[in-house]
């Protein structure tokens, strides 16, 4: 017995879409080189804040602060020490709550020696309390902009950054999240909502202070105007936005296919065709369920199994066809799967370890 | 719970499953083995060939070989892989259809070596010629019995054993999986259809020929009667369940909950409390979602975001409580973690990689 690695040697690196095993997610390199730079056009560097949990990818990662931004997102804690551990941790915020004390204390450790700049949200005395005794310096106020998820009353977030001061935190402004506006089928009552939504957020900051006011996601980043780009208008210093970069067809659905192209799928293979369906290898177990079905040109989805996607195929498909499965949320598929790769027509150049994956 | 892998250095491993950092997949030692002993009294020995997928752990499935069961299920070439360089290899199905010369010619190389035996399944001409091409030495028809899935038509399933053979390989017999009849909320119906799903796998078998006949799932266990149990009557040879293992809320809520106990859930740890709701850190990357929302004790679930389970609490909870939350979809749930922590009570006894994931 053994913790044996049992996969095939991979040390051949595949240079056709053609030759990947699959179930594989597959990059477009130029998709994904547009969606980049159309985002750090409207919000240009440290206007954006790319949140990490879309894509779980230390390289893509690198990618986003090549076009401009320095500043990331994390959602657990893992992500941000491999964001650290990967050169990336400039200015690393975990936009969650946590009383972890070894996870804190690991985030703090890397702070405090200077490899990388750790804010961590806090919502609560407790989560003030437990980041203070684990030497984290530096927290953000987190703000309850009316998703009921985390995130302290307005009107009580002064008084929390009062408390954080006492205990030799900085406290170095607000986030609030407004993931209950993300989709909204009203164009015009979604920019109504998220400018409630943004001034609660802006009367949270004026009590608690501080430099940054993180908000926004994909779905509403057009939303947001940020200080860069419309000096003296009401703004939040910095937007979130994560799904942007690879897309999927939640978000193409809900408008933002305008924008931004879809720059990620899973390649699957026709393993048995039936007179009516056929099954190709992308199960539920490679693709985040929780937004529905995936689609795909190939055909009309029946179900998913835990390794098999039954459809009935538009045009006749034959065993060791191979499929584009379009996820219907992307950040959880991202996690399910261990590689990424880039690539350009059929051509494949370059295999990104989906590193940040866990807790 | 038998041989397991090498625990880690001794400073890492917690001692009480209030020092485990969350989520954490959490697996009850004595339900865990009631429920192994319980389906072996049911289908002892050949009679059921456990399936991996359920667990993805090699540890889970040394106790399952512990209780007499030493051929395996498996869904995935990594599955069969990771089973092998485990050393519970004495007799792999793949009961899946591929058509990947790598990872065939890997498990083909594990048998040829004695290292492993692995036996293939196969359902059309395509399948059966990977097959070959790649030096397995042996495959199972798979056998259309009613999901609209993978699977021959029974009476096209003798050709193709034909066909096998004239190639060189070993016909070890058929298989046939009735997922569609696994949650019915009729007994009788229930009992009628699989007795019929049987009859065509049967109907195969006389063309085939071998000695296998492999079928069912914990949905469908009780209805199969498996040759050592009942000999003369009309039977398969072994059953393929998988989830009667650990469980979940699905099979639970579908009247198998009296002969399994629930044997698996994820820990979580509320990190908010707001005036109506509370968020715990068990989030849809932390649970299978196809099945809808996970359930807990500790309230009414609202909604699940990457990293969040929103909930109403039934009794006032604070920010370090922790929650059990039972997953709807053990086999996607499992898949999503590391490690799962085994515990009596609340003393961790053991920590078991899930070592089987990926493809």
């Known amino acids: 017995m053994g913790n044996v690695d049992p996969r095939p040697p991979e040390s051949l690196m595949p240079t056709s879409i053609h030759d990947l095993s699959t179930p594989a997610v597959v990059i477009d390199a130029d998709a994904l080189d547009a969606n980049l730079r159309t985002m750090a ?152 909502r998220v400018a409630e939504a943004v001034e609660r957020l802006l009367a949270a900051h004026a009590d608690v202070g501080g430099d940054v006011v993180s908000s926004g996601g994909t779905g509403t980043h057009h939303l947001h105007r940020t200080r860069v780009a419309d000096p003296g208008t009401p703004h939040v210093t910095e937007v979130q936005a994560g799904s942007y970069a690879l897309m999927d067809s939640h978000y193409a659905a809900h408008g933002h296919g305008e924008r931004f192209a879809p720059a990620c799928h899973v390649i699957g293979t026709v393993v048995s065709v039936g007179r009516r369906h056929a099954v190709a290898d992308v199960g539920l177990k490679a693709m985040g369920m929780d937004h529905g079905n995936p689609t795909t040109a190939a055909g009309a989805v029946w179900f998913l199994s835990d390794e098999h996607l039954t459809f009935a195929p538009s045009t006749p498909v034959s065993v060791g066809d191979r499929i584009a499965v379009v996820p219907a949320h992307i950040d959880p598929t991202m996690a399910m799967h261990e590689v990424a790769w880039v690539v350009r027509g059929d051509e494949v150049v370059d295999r990104w370890p989906i590193d940040l994956r866990g807790w």
Do not use: W
């Open 41 to 192: 056009d409207l919000h240009p560097g440290a206007a954006l804040r790319p949140h990490v949990k879309a894509h779980k990818c230390t390289a893509l990662a690198a990618a986003q602060r090549a076009v401009g931004h320095r500043g990331f997102t994390c959602a657990t804690p893992r992500e941000v020490l491999g964001m650290a551990a990967a050169g990336l941790g400039d200015d690393l915020l975990l936009a969650n709550e946590t009383v972890d004390r070894t996870r804190l204390a690991a985030m703090a450790a890397l702070h405090r020696d200077g490899r990388a700049r750790i804010t961590v949200a806090v919502d609560s005395e407790a989560t003030v309390d437990a980041a203070a005794r684990a030497g984290i310096a530096e927290v953000l106020v987190d703000v309850d902009i009316g998703l009921p998820r985390c995130g302290i009353a307005a009107q009580e977030a002064g008084a929390l950054a009062d408390r954080a001061r006492r205990q030799g935190l900085v406290v170095r402004g607000v986030m609030g999240y407004e993931g209950h506006l993300m989709a909204m089928d009203d164009p015009d009552e979604q920019a109504h």
